[in-house]
């Protein structure tokens, strides 16, 4: 029998016989020297084990079972003191105090020691179970053991601190060992494979080994687990659901790619493959959810159905913890480019897009039922079910990007059309290899593209002869048929379709200058097409309001439906661009009289009367391909103003040089007779254009400017000084009327030596 059951006994014999002082404390005495000596023999245990690292506690069973055995025989006393003792002494109530306190003492240092024992054993316990592969058991054990050691710390045990330190160690070092080998476990458990392919393609597989390192289907559970209790589980998870996304389903939902599941010996293997010269590129919306769903059913079957953790009715998988991690990112996928790319572009074939939103449905139902999904989220059926908001921003989305790509294509891919006439068809024409070719496409552009003049009276508001862009006449039948579309949609639709058509002009003016800004630069075809194709458009635009209002909707017609803005500004883009055209031209032509016609050494130097004459045919052949690139292109007038332009600022540079010579001789008078002669001879042809009526001899005097100076210019420099005096006339005679006084005597001086003579001519000019 132990003492406490000895001091028990001898306190029940003596019923309410007072027991004596020295009798209790030498019982309490000798349970201090058995808790003293347990305390002391489990710090040094422990000590020589963690602090002192030797190799081994032999004696752990012994020391637990000595303070297992205080601590009852304390608790057995303390049961005493209450039931007993207590009660049979109330008198003394200084020893009764005496003897709770030094219980008190004894069970402090004997928990102190038995936590430390505790810890230590769940340590060993941990090891155990992690060479075991038993990882959810390993990772509780150090759970405790955390738990522990946190009590230990808030208790604050003095004289153990290098005991507890040591401990912290130990178990920061299992925990580390113990993910680790899980860690590697899990990797071995699931390995992922690339394989490029000879026909440019490449596989993805995922090799799921549930015998990997002899685990069974539980050890998976008991891997998961643990890294759910140590805390890893979520990094691991997320990594394999980055994976999946990369290697599995972007590949199923963006490239096609197909899905094939084998069971092997070594496990379940799961192989994507995609690209290739054989691929068929995305799969339709219907095929994708087949393919994920087989792929989610397979990972469910070998993997992510295991079960972590289980609170009451509610049970947390894999499966679960992959959803919260890669869930909304698997649905903007889906939704993105799956579910949207289903949504058709024209009305008439929405009824096939119920078969996608059933599809999307079932897969919603089927992720949700396996935990993937929560049962509120109903994302995907939602974005599928509102159709009518997702086609409209898609049709006017493909609408927008139909246009961008009419405004991208090449400008010099020209038909012609002409004003129409009181009983005539619209005649359209296509050119190829400059010749103009009457074809299908002339037909069906004249059918199609020119309504609006059809609809307004001949010569009033028409188009003049030119040439635009086949683009541009297709942009302008996607105009009118997304204006038609408007006619018999829906209010919100038909607004929403409006509002396409105001963006498509708009950007036209955004898009077309930095689109062919090198053509336009280099090319004076260019600026004459685009030219033309801003005024086509604004043409159209003037009269689309007026026209398509009646048909509208009834909600829009009470509304300002107009794109006359737009066509104020299609006007000031085709003005600017080609006026930029005409500075560019004017530049150059201004510059090559300056540097190779060099008028102003000309009349002192014949010797250079050869290579002005070679520079005025340089200014000739720049006008030249003008008229020849912009004769049947530009409208006509607008032709005869552009040249009329340039033609006249190469004849004021040039009778602005002669006038101010200061010395002319006979020879260089000559020269520049036949210099001024070749222009003059050549500027006629330039108001000759195809198709229309020849000019009149004084078509030129009428359209540029200076013209009759420059004439007048030429007859003066081989003129005498009696006819210079008749042309004069006194202020009336042509020479009077093109020159004045000062531009006059300048020239005498200059081409006529200072004789009595030259005195009175020069006194005559007034």
């Known amino acids: 029998m132990s003492l406490v059951g000895d001091v028990l006994a001898s306190i029940r014999r003596g019923g309410r016989e007072k027991v004596g002082k020295i009798g209790l404390e030498g019982q309490m005495e000798e349970l201090v020297r058995q ?83 505790c810890i230590h054993t769940n340590l060993e316990d941990a090891e155990k179970a992690e060479s075991n592969h038993r990882f959810l058991e390993a990772a509780e ?19 153990e601190l290098d005991i507890v330190k040591a401990l912290k160690e130990e178990l ?11 860690t590697e476990v899990w990797q071995e458990t699931l390995t ?41 589980l979520h990094r691991q998870v997320t990594t394999f659901g980055r994976n999946l996304m990369k290697n599995f389903f972007e590949p199923i939902v963006q490239q096609g790619a197909e899905v094939k599941a084998m069971e092997r010996s ?21 095929l994708v959810f087949s393919q994920l769903k087989n792929l989610f059913m397979v990972l469910d079957e070998s993997l992510l159905s295991v079960v972590i953790c289980s609170k009451g009715d509610h049970t947390t998988t894999l499966m679960h913890m992959l959803g919260n991690q890669i869930g909304e990112e698997l649905k903007h996928l889906l939704i993105k480019d799956c579910i949207a790319d289903a949504v058709p572009y024209s009305r008439a074939e929405l009824s096939k897009f119920d078969e996608v939103k059933a599809a999307a449905e079932e897969f919603q139902n089927f992720l949700v039922e396996k935990g993937f999904f929560k049962a509120e989220d109903k994302s995907l059926m939602e974005y599928a079910a509102n159709v009518d908001v997702v086609f409209s921003n898609k049709a006017c989305a493909h609408i927008l990007e139909r246009a961008r790509s009419l405004m991208k294509q090449p400008l010099h891919v ?60 297709e942009l302008v039948e996607l105009i009118y048929t997304t204006l038609e579309e408007a006619c018999s949609s829906s209010p919100e639709y038909a607004g929403r379709l409006l509002y396409t058509v105001h963006n498509i002009l708009t950007l036209y003016s955004r898009v077309v200058p930095i689109a062919h800004a090198h053509e336009l630069a280099t090319l004076p075809q260019q600026a004459a097409i685009v030219h033309n194709n801003s005024m086509y458009l604004a043409h159209h635009a003037t009269f689309l309001g007026h026209q398509y209002r009646p048909r509208l909707p009834q909600a829009l017609r009470s509304t300002t439906v107009t794109t006359l803005d737009q066509a104020h500004e299609l006007r000031k883009m085709a003005a600017s661009i080609f006026l930029k055209a005409m500075q560019g031209h004017r530049a150059a032509l201004i510059d090559t ?174």
């Open 35 to 117: 808790a003293e000596e347990a305390r002391v023999g489990v710090l040094q245990a422990l000590g020589s084990r963690y602090v002192e690292l030797t190799s081994a506690i032999s004696d752990t069973a012994l020391l637990q079972q000595r303070v297992s055995s205080t601590l009852q025989n304390v608790t057995d006393l303390h049961t005493s003191i209450d039931q007993d003792i207590i009660s049979g002494v109330k008198g003394s109530v200084g020893e009764v105090g005496t003897v709770v306190r030094r219980w008190k003492e004894v069970l402090g240092s004997l928990d102190a020691a038995n936590m430390l024992l």
């Open 141 to 159: 054990h150090y759970a405790k053991v955390e738990t522990l050691l946190l009590e230990a710390s808030e208790k604050e045990i003095e004289g």
């Open 172 to 182: 920061v070092m299992g925990r580390t060992q113990l993910i680790y080998s899980i």
């Open 192 to 232: 992922w494979e690339e394989e490029r392919q000879s026909n440019g393609g490449y596989s993805v597989s995922l090799l799921v080994q549930p015998m990997t390192s002899n685990l069974s289907g539980k050890d998976i559970q008991q891997m998961l687990g643990g890294l759910f209790v140590l805390g890893e």
């Open 266 to 286: 070594d496990g379940m293997v799961v192989t994507v493959t995609c690209g290739g010269k054989d691929s068929p590129g995305k799969f339709p919306a219907n």
């Open 414 to 473: 020209t038909v012609s059309i002409t004003p129409l006439e009181p009983s005539g068809p619209l005649i359209v024409q296509s050119f190829s290899k400059g010749r103009l070719q009457k074809d299908e496409t002339g037909r069906k552009l004249a059918e199609s593209t020119m309504r609006l003049e059809k609809l307004l009276a001949a010569k009033s508001l028409n188009m003049p002869k030119c040439q635009i862009s086949s683009s541009v006449c």
């Open 593 to 766: 009289l300056r540097e190779s016609v060099c008028l102003d050494s000309l009349g002192c130097d014949v010797s250079r009367a050869g290579k002005a004459q070679q520079g005025m045919r340089q200014v000739i052949h720049k006008l030249q391909l003008l008229h020849r690139v912009w004769q049947n292109v530009l409208p006509h007038g607008v032709y005869i103003k552009a040249i009329s332009r340039l033609v006249g600022s190469v004849v004021e540079e040039v009778v602005s040089r002669v006038v101010t010579l200061e010395d002319i001789s006979a020879d260089a008078a000559l020269a520049l007779i036949t210099l001024l002669t070749l222009l003059k001879d050549f500027v006629p042809s330039l108001f000759r254009v195809e198709g229309e009526e020849d000019p009149g001899p004084g078509e030129v005097l009428r359209c540029v400017r200076l013209w009759g100076k420059f004439s007048e210019l030429i007859v003066v420099l081989g003129a005498s000084l009696q006819d210079i005096e008749n042309r004069w006339a006194q202020g009336k005679g042509p020479l009077a009327h093109e020159f004045t006084p000062d531009e006059a005597k300048q020239l005498v001086r200059a081409l006529f030596q200072n004789t009595d003579r030259r005195a009175k001519v020069l006194a005559r000019i007034k």
